[in-house]
């Protein structure tokens, strides 16, 4: 291609594409894709990050030990946030392939295209963590089913290597320039063929595990939400198949750049949610250990719970007293006195929960009358025991 531009033309007014008719290329304030590859990328790395460092500190704070599985996950993630650190310092191209101009295509940007964005880690993180998983369960045939699937991502994933040497980079007495360029397009083809076996890899990860939940000796709400966690994996078989998606159209299309981008934020996805994927059982104990379990937490919860119950009630048909009733040490003269008389309790703190209701307790006396009704009438009866002083208490 170089060889049809005269020595000498200023590269800078030629288009890299040819636009389709009636279209003038726009090398000012052309459409463009950058402001979703990059927030796209943002995104998911930032959800990457949390789920990472989530998955990393429930392992060494509370398991005290860190696996393989980890391993693979943080190369992973470095793998990832090194692909969108690329992305970012090539933005500029994510537009219309003709909106480009030809001075762009260097030797710059080349070598950053020849990094190979697509890479087995996520998938053998998530299945050596099945391998930790299900160790217990002493089944020969899940761990050859795991073994399998992480060869298969090797076998999948190791070619990318080959082809972009082969075809992406120049070869001995050549240098980066456009036909270089113009030659990787070949490796397409292989792209589209691997876009497909990830599918069926995505689908063979998500269910490995589920036979093997599905036996498990636990309650049912339990089972639903160990399978709640592993169901994260759907979402990289989503990202796969948006990725094999684009494939087709991206072999075929002479606008590289425009459908290159859609390729790339496919991509960003596919690798960040394997990631989050991977560390989705380490994440769920976190947030249970560190944000469900905690006192402020549940002080949140129960203000809301008791906020929306509360909102739904007239609130001036409530008048309660302003004050508990006593507690008196002797049993039966607390319960004659509640019998004799009218009481109210306030039933705040039990058990660590708050409970702002109202109830009425001891039998109500002939005649007694309310001003807006009473809301709920019992008995109540409850022991404390007084260490201190010896004796006990009746409610």
């Not at 048909?317 to 109210?344: D, G």
């Amino acid at each position: 291609m170089s060889a049809q531009i005269p020595p000498g033309t200023d590269l800078s007014t030629i288009p890299a594409g040819i636009p389709p008719l009636g279209v003038t290329p726009n090398f000012v304030d052309p459409p463009s894709l950058a402001h979703v590859v990059l927030g796209v990328n943002i995104t998911f790395m930032i959800l990457a990050t949390l789920a990472v460092t989530g998955r990393l500190i429930t392992n060494v704070t509370k398991k005290r030990v860190t696996g393989l599985d980890d391993s693979f996950c943080f190369l992973a993630f470095v793998g990832a946030v090194g692909y969108s650190a690329l992305v970012f310092h090539t933005i500029k191209f994510n537009r219309h392939q003709w909106d480009i101009p030809l001075s762009w295509f260097d030797a710059s940007y080349f070598k950053k295209s020849c990094f190979t964005q697509r890479h087995s880690l996520q998938k053998v993180s998530i299945l050596l963590l099945y391998s930790r998983i299900f160790v217990a369960s002493n089944s020969r045939n899940m761990i050859y089913l795991i073994y399998l699937g992480i060869l298969a991502s090797f076998c999948f994933y190791i070619p990318n290597i080959i082809l972009a040497s082969w075809y992406c980079a120049p070869h001995i007495g050549e240098s980066w320039n456009l036909e270089t360029a113009l030659r990787c397009k070949d490796t397409e083809r292989w792209y589209l063929a691997q876009a497909v076996l990830i599918v069926l890899l995505d689908l063979y990860i998500f269910i490995l595990p589920l036979p093997t939940l599905l036996k498990l000796n636990m309650s049912r709400n339990r089972r639903i939400s160990v399978l709640l966690v592993f169901m994260t994996a759907l979402l990289a078989i989503i990202a796969a198949i948006a990725t094999l998606a684009n494939r087709p159209t991206l072999l075929n299309t002479a606008d590289q750049t425009w459908y290159g981008s859609v390729a790339i934020v496919c991509s960003s996805v596919e690798n960040y949610v394997a990631i989050i994927v991977s560390s989705a059982p380490a994440l769920s104990c976190f947030l249970k250990v560190y944000i469900v379990d905690t006192a402020f937490y549940n002080t949140l919860r129960s203000r809301f719970l008791s906020t929306t119950s509360g909102g739904s009630k007239d609130q001036s048909k409530k008048s309660w007293p302003a004050s508990r009733p006593e507690i008196v040490k002797n049993s039966s003269e607390s319960s004659s006195k509640l019998n004799s008389t009218n009481e109210y309790v306030n039933l705040d703190n039990v058990s660590g929960t708050e409970f702002h209701s109202q109830v009425q307790t001891g039998a109500p006396a002939a005649g007694s009358r309310t001003q807006n009704g009473i809301l709920r009438s019992v008995d109540v009866t409850q022991g404390f025991e007084d260490r201190e002083h010896g004796g006990g208490y009746a409610v």
